[in-house]
């Protein structure tokens, strides 16, 4: 199956820095990728939808200045957290939907990353 | 209309029962519903999907029960094992929109005790 990879699997950083946050299809083209930020017992949350070439669509109460998302090929998008704060503490999650004939329309999930604001 | 409902919140089944996941939606326009397993501090992984033209879809010890007048389909993990402890998230989709989001269910946490 396709696969994508999300780096790094877990990040600590100190209050006020950035942290980017890649996502990578690698075995297929993704024209869109997905972020999501998930809550300890908790479902996913859709932050924004990201486009290859073009911004990425915010959900409603998510602060685009605040998570910077970047899709500058077709198999990598990244994700950076601004500023970041203990709040951002999280786990991060991207994922991505092959294009392919047929109905495989599965979306694929990258391994998470964990980030913990100090 | 977005909604996808799941229940239960959470599930203790002993080893080599049954374990049943129930999910409702209300977007007639899904046609795509696939199940996820989401293990502790790892992304989800595609467990099983299925389409709204068929009723029910085996794959190995998962089973997707799908009722469409009702808008409703369910998740049967056979034989269950502790290996299978895990939150399991139902999800609801268009196959024709590669562009569009899943919509997921809240999630269900599985325990299945030795």
């Known amino acids: 199956g396709a696969v994508v990879s999300q780096h790094p699997s877990w990040v600590i950083c100190k209050s006020g820095t950035s942290v980017k946050i890649e996502c990578r299809s690698l075995?297929?083209?993704?024209?869109?990728m997905f972020w999501y930020r998930q809550f300890p017992k908790q479902s996913l949350m859709l932050m924004a939808t990201?486009?290859?070439?073009?911004?990425?669509?915010?959900e409603q109460g998510v602060e685009k200045d605040k998570f910077l998302i970047n899709h500058a090929s077709l198999t990598l998008s990244t994700l950076t957290v601004t500023s970041a704060h203990p709040e951002d503490s999280s786990f991060y999650i991207c994922?991505?939907?092959?294009?392919?004939?047929?109905?495989?329309?599965?979306?694929?999930f990258g391994q998470g990353t964990r980030l913990t604001v100090v | 209309q977005q909604q996808v409902k799941q229940s239960p919140q959470s599930l203790i089944v002993q080893k080599g029962g049954i374990s049943i996941i129930n999910c409702a939606y209300e977007?007639?326009?899904?046609?795509?519903f696939p199940w996820y397993q989401q293990f502790p501090g790892k992304g989800p992984a595609l467990l099983i999907a299925i389409r709204p033209d068929v009723s029910e879809k085996k794959e190995g010890r998962f089973t997707i029960s799908f009722n469409k007048s009702a808008k409703q389909f369910s998740l049967h993990i056979m034989d269950s094992q502790p290996g299978d402890s895990a939150t399991y998230f139902c999800a609801a989709s268009r196959r024709d929109n590669y562009g569009q989001n899943f919509v997921f269910g809240p999630g269900t946490r599985l325990s299945v005790l030795p």
């Open positions: 075995d297929f083209q993704a024209t869109t």
């Open positions: 990201s486009n290859e070439g073009s911004k990425a669509t915010y």
């Open positions: 977007n007639t326009a899904f046609d795509y």
């Open positions: 994922s991505a939907r092959p294009r392919r004939r047929g109905d495989h329309t599965e979306a694929f």
